[in-house]
T-cell receptor, first 115, second 114 residues
Framework: QQQVKQSPQSLIVQKGGISIINCAYE??????FPWYQQFPGKGPALLIA?????SEKKEGRFTISFNKSAKQFSLHIMDSQPGDSATYFC??????????????FGKGTLLTVNP | NAGVTQTPKFQVLKTGQSMTLQCAQD?????MSWYRQDPGMGLRLIHY???????DQGEVPNGYNVSRSTTEDFPLRLLSAAPSQTSVYFC?????????????FGQGTRLTVV
């Protein structure tokens, strides 16, 4: 049972364009929703995260939109740059003492930004 | 390395061999986890620990053992390697706290079982 569904699997965007990656979850116990960025040969690194008490969070060119009733959340990358080319993972975690050591990941989206 | 050191970086095993993947953190965080990453599958939780002496199973624990004798170290043991365990393994640390706390991942160990 896949608890976090991510789409699309791959995405090609032109420089300056908007990249949008979507995720949906099933477990209503999830209450922390991070996005991770991973470059080849490296470990995932936290990009931005949101809790369900807000519907949107923005950090620079990166924005998370969250729809609690639909159990969906998405990552928007504005003014996409070639340096943003990487694999992006959405994830979810239950409320566990304030930490997130039990992350459930989506299957990932390979983003390519063409110059 | 986000304060998480994984060794070795690469390893080739024969089916049936045993080995230990090492993970060490230098931030004194309470929580540590092991994930495996397979193509098209994202990362899946193998085992986790909420403190020294306390471990529990994640989503895909079969074939793996862990122990946590110190806060710093969280080794992952493969007792009898199988080709299905060919994967990239990531160790992560995070601290206990109120609100959101970030999980920091190591650089990974790429394991091939032949």
């Amino acid at each position: 049972q896949q608890q976090v569904k991510q789409s699309p699997q791959s995405l090609i965007v032109q420089k300056g364009g908007i990249s949008i990656i979507n995720c949906a979850y099933e477990n209503t116990a999830f209450d922390y929703f991070p996005w991770y960025q991973q470059f080849p040969g490296k470990g995932p690194a936290l990009l931005i995260a949101i809790r369900p008490d807000v519907s949107e969070k923005k950090e620079g060119r990166f924005t998370i939109s969250f729809n609690k009733s639909a159990k969906q959340f998405s990552l928007h990358i504005m003014d996409s740059q070639p340096g943003d080319s990487a694999t992006y993972f959405c994830a979810a975690s239950p409320n566990s003492g304030g930490s997130n050591y039990k992350l459930t990941f989506g299957k990932g989206t390979l983003l390519t930004v063409n110059p | 390395n986000a304060g998480v050191t994984q060794t070795p970086k690469f390893q080739v095993l024969k089916t049936g061999q045993s080995m230990t993947l090492q993970c060490a953190q230098d931030m004194n965080h309470e929580y540590m986890s092991w994930y495996r990453q397979d193509p098209g599958m994202g990362l899946r939780l193998i085992h986790y620990s909420v403190g020294a002496g306390i471990t529990d199973q994640g989503e895909v624990p079969n074939g793996y053992n862990v122990s946590r004798s110190t806060t710093e170290d969280f080794p992952l043991r493969l007792l009898s390697a199988a080709p299905s365990q060919t994967s990239v393994y990531f160790c992560a640390r995070s601290r206990q706290g109120l609100g959101t706390t970030e999980a920091f991942f190591g650089q990974g160990t790429r394991l091939t079982v032949v």
